[in-house]
């Protein structure tokens, strides 16, 4: 498998969870300005979405948006324990996460990258996540884990985006939970390897 990325970007999710499933697979690096992998390929031939992350199967096959990466990668090796089994209640409940962090945290979250963001913009967004964070703090209270216990891919994906906070300057400082919640996954050894490889931790 091929994995293509850019550095700290949402493909840092499934590039955590192919580490933490053990998979075998490749990084490839996109420059998402000129739409151009490493090797030279024009990575709107892949991906005509034009965005990562996206990950090319063995047999050729390209699948894109990370909620739909990340659950492909934990089915590949279920023994990873990082999705529950497909057809089960938890199931639906990590569909439930993949979708929150996917519609109310990453978009959010993600449009204070924009250069063209006012500052009028840049509050409303601040207001809205400020509520989704209020809920998500509670939901995560005496818990390790969304799921629970045991890290999936969703934790993976929730990691991602408010490791972005620091990066658009978004104070976390509100939800200690969340901030040991950061802390936390950010020790896991898989995650570190992932940062590594992404150039994010030295």
């Known amino acids: 498998m091929k994995l293509f990325y850019a ?3 949402c493909s840092l999710s499934p590039h955590i969870a192919l580490l933490e499933a053990g998979l075998p697979f490749s990084l490839q690096k996109v420059d ?3 739409k151009q992998v490493e090797s030279g390929e024009d990575f709107n031939a892949i991906n005509g979405k034009g ?3 996206a990950l090319q199967l063995d047999n050729g096959q390209v699948l894109t948006e990370g909620p739909a990466i990340v659950q492909y990668i934990a089915d590949q090796n279920p023994a990873a324990g990082l999705a529950p089994a497909v057809g089960s ?4 409940k990590l569909q439930e996460w993949l979708n929150f962090v996917s519609s109310e ?3 959010g979250m993600g449009s204070m990258f ?3 963001q006012t500052p009028e913009w840049k509050e409303a967004v601040k207001a809205t996540l400020g509520k989704r964070l209020d809920w998500l703090s509670k939901q995560l209270q005496g818990k390790p884990y969304l799921m629970g216990e045991k890290f999936s891919v969703a934790d993976a994906y929730l990691f991602t985006v408010l490791n972005w906070a620091g990066m658009v300057k978004f104070d ?3 939800w200690p939970v969340l901030r040991d919640y950061l802390a936390r996954v950010a020790q896991r050894p898989k995650v570190k390897e992932a940062l590594k490889a992404e150039g994010l931790l030295q």
Do not use: C
Not at 89 to 92: A, F, I, K, N, T
């Open 7 to 9: 550095a700290g970007a």
């Open 32 to 34: 998402l300005k000129v």
């Open 51 to 53: 965005y990562v992350p």
């Open 89 to 92: 209640p938890e199931r639906y």
């Open 105 to 107: 945290l990453h978009k």
């Open 114 to 116: 924009n250069q063209a």
């Open 172 to 174: 976390l400082a509100r």
